[in-house]
């Protein structure tokens, strides 16, 4: 049997000097050209791909058919991007007839499951996750002349910012020179059949617009309820294009809870997902402030990622207000500070450094630690300062652990807002360090419309964040998360957790908005049975296993018991994590090495429970509460008039504030710092 595993190479430049910002422009780098794959004889005969946005989660079936044309029986390996905060809970393809979904295992004992399996000439399958880049799908025979249909799922959390949802499925390479290329689609990129995307919204509260900036063809319609559906399909298409959509909540929505439980019969503990959106009425902030702009030149940022970064940080030095100063430093394999001397937004001086952005070159590797080191160098210790890091990629030089970057962050009292280009960047690392300093991580596609996030900015504009947040609920056992980062203006909170008692009970949210200590108290119901929503067992599993994660790598906590306790939770409720797989194996032979049908039986409850919503539609328990952080209108009720006229004056392109896409992008980060009060202390 033929096993087809080809390799991507990438050609990157190695050790390139820092480009500077200086008189004389920087020797030009040239681009690095990734070699084509070999197509050996199996090709995607078609990409299909599900999306349901239910209320405060997604879940994704992705069905991609395979076509073995040669004489010979296959191997075939690819990988696609791991999506962020998601759980894989399904691999499964026809053995024999019969769909079978596969069972969790620790990796190791899946892989050699697998191995044994392929070795022997037998159908197997088996899924892998690759940190925080990819995951990795195997399936040990296509056969000779045969199609074959492999079914991946997935679950996460939805982010609703400003009262407008985003959903990214990821397809964009991350051109990282950290090997998550090397396994990306190794097989041909292009369908020879279709690409196609079906979407369908369902929300306990109205949404008056859809936008799916990716894929211009991409057509939706309001359905039944309070629920949209959409869909676009491409023939032969190219899988390299990330597919991104926005859905835009009523303006008129009140600061709430919208609560969605599950609870089974005779079970001892039920699980709830809380989705709490504060009001809007938080204070203003009007002092200057001053900012380092931490930008990412290393080898991975070649091609467009460079050419967006440098318009960008152009725009966001034009746009600056009066009263900001502001720095630069650009890092690869050293750092380079472009300008030591604070310089006042609006001067002359801004404007030539401004001008000479549009020039930054890429090459070199990663060095963040020394970086950040040196920025917390140039601070002054009178002014409030931000820390704006854009980056692409992993941490490769000097220290990469998330603990030394915690430890780092602790010693000064400045926020750091991560914002992560591309699927290649290292995701875990920039969020878990810019919510250690009270900042927040933000993700940002390299195709995507940047423009469109400018809406969600218009309101956080110079304004308090609700911050030190601690929720807790009567009856829950559990609540995660257990350290909740600061929220800012338009965003929610989204709490996981299990309870052991039913009924009435209140959730309370405290907090602290410009030293002034808040609580908000919701009146909400635990049900004895709810069987619509046995998905969310699995977020709150990803979500407790984060918290372990968390603890071992930020704050020292015990390793073995930690990571023996996030298997032991993997393992129970069927997800692929570091440390667990996801093998598929003939039924005859699932005794041969005691693998059982727990997750077999957990995606049949999960399609049925699917099923009947779709029928009957959703169970949300939504409340008010009394007295509510900020105000009773939701976080994101300015009318969408006031946003309209905000994106215009944004995107006019005129003057030095920078126009178009590009510039919206930085005016949703100085937007969202704003918001922030930058020093922890200040908010």
């Not at 001086?349 to 020039?359: G, I, L, N, W, Y």
């Not at 570091?578 to 090495?593: F, G, I, L, N």
Request: charged share 25%; with cysteine; aromatic share 6%.
């Amino acid at each position: 049997m033929y096993r087809w595993k080809p390799t991507l190479s990438l050609l990157l430049a190695a050790c390139v000097a820092l480009p500077a910002l200086a008189n004389e422009a920087p020797a030009p780098v040239e681009e690095s050209e990734t070699a084509p794959p070999a197509t050996g004889q199996l090709t995607i005969r078609g990409h299909d791909v599900d999306i349901v946005l239910n209320n405060g989660f997604a879940t994704t079936t992705v069905k991609q058919t395979l076509e073995n044309a040669s004489g010979s029986d296959q191997e075939a390996v690819w990988s696609m991007p791991l999506p962020r905060e998601a759980a894989l809970c399904e691999l499964s393809f026809e053995i024999d007839g019969k769909r079978v979904v596969g069972e969790v295992v620790e990796v190791a004992r899946a892989r050699e499951i697998y191995e044994n399996e392929r070795a022997a000439g037998r159908d197997a399958g088996l899924a892998e996750k690759k940190d925080y880049r990819y995951y990795q799908v195997s399936l040990a025979r296509v056969r000779a002349g045969a199609l074959v249909e492999a079914h991946v799922v997935y679950i996460q959390t939805l982010d609703i910012d400003n009262g407008v949802g985003r959903y990214v499925y990821p397809l964009t390479p991350g051109n990282t020179d950290d090997g998550m290329d090397k396994g990306f689609w190794t097989m041909e990129k292009k369908t020879s059949g279709r690409l196609r995307f079906d979407v369908r919204l369902k929300t306990a509260f109205g949404v008056d617009g859809l936008h799916c900036p990716s894929h211009g063809a991409f057509r939706a319609t309001p359905s039944e309820g309070e629920g949209w559906t959409g869909s676009v399909e491409l023939p032969q298409a190219t899988l390299d294009k990330d597919f991104v959509l926005y859905y835009r909540l009523r303006a008129d929505l009140p600061a709430r809870v919208e609560l969605m439980t599950h609870k089974e019969k005779d079970a001892a503990e039920g699980t709830f997902l809380a989705v709490v959106t504060p009001g809007q009425n938080l204070a203003r902030i009007t002092a200057g402030r001053d900012w380092i702009f931490l930008l990412d030149v290393s080898g991975s940022m070649k091609g467009e990622k460079i050419r967006m970064l440098s318009r960008s940080i152009a725009s966001a030095i034009g746009g600056l207000p009066p009263g900001d100063r502001f720095k630069v430093v650009l890092f690869n394999n050293g750092t380079h500070v472009v300008n030591r001397a604070w310089i006042a937004a609006g001067t002359p001086a801004a404007e030539r450094v401004r001008a000479q952005a549009s020039k930054l070159q890429a090459g070199g590797g990663t060095a963040l630690y020394p970086a950040l080191t040196e920025c917390y160098g140039l601070a002054d210790a009178d002014r409030s300062t931000a820390i704006v890091l854009v980056s692409d990629g992993a941490a490769n030089i000097g220290p990469k652990d998330t603990r030394s970057f915690r430890r780092l962050a602790e010693k000064h009292d400045i926020r750091l807002f991560t914002f992560a280009i591309g699927n290649g960047a290292n995701w875990p690392l920039l969020r878990d360090v810019a919510e250690t300093t009270g900042g927040f991580p933000k993700a940002i596609g390299v195709h995507e419309e940047i423009g469109a996030h400018l809406m969600l900015a218009r309101e956080r504009m110079s304004h308090e964040a609700l911050h030190a947040i601690r929720a807790s609920m009567r009856g829950a056992t559990e609540l995660y998360p257990r350290r909740p980062r600061n929220l800012y203006l338009g965003e929610q909170l989204v709490l996981v957790g299990k309870y052991d008692k039913p009924g009435k009970t209140t959730l309370a949210v405290r907090g602290r908005i410009g030293g002034e200590a808040k609580v908000w108290e919701i009146d909400v119901e635990l049900p004895a049975v709810d069987a619509d929503n046995p998905e969310i067992e699995r977020l709150y599993a990803l979500a407790a296993i984060r918290d372990l994660e968390r603890g071992m790598q930020s704050e020292g906590e015990n390793e073995d018991s930690g990571k023996r306790s996030a298997i032991d939770l993997a393992l129970r409720y069927s997800i692929v994590t570091d440390d667990t797989a996801m093998v598929v194996v003939d039924p005859s032979r699932k005794s041969e090495y005691n693998l059982g049908d727990a997750n077999t039986k957990r995606r049949a409850k999960e399609r049925a429970a699917a099923s009947h919503r779709a029928q009957h539609g959703q169970n949300v328990r939504t409340a008010q509460g009394r007295n509510p952080h900020a105000g009773s209108k939701a976080s994101h009720a300015p009318s969408r008039a006031q946003n309209r006229r905000s994106a215009d004056r944004a995107t006019d392109g005129g003057g030095n504030r920078g126009g178009g896409a590009i510039g919206s992008f930085w005016i949703l980060v100085m937007g969202l710092l704003f918001a922030a009060g930058f020093r922890r202390k200040d908010a």
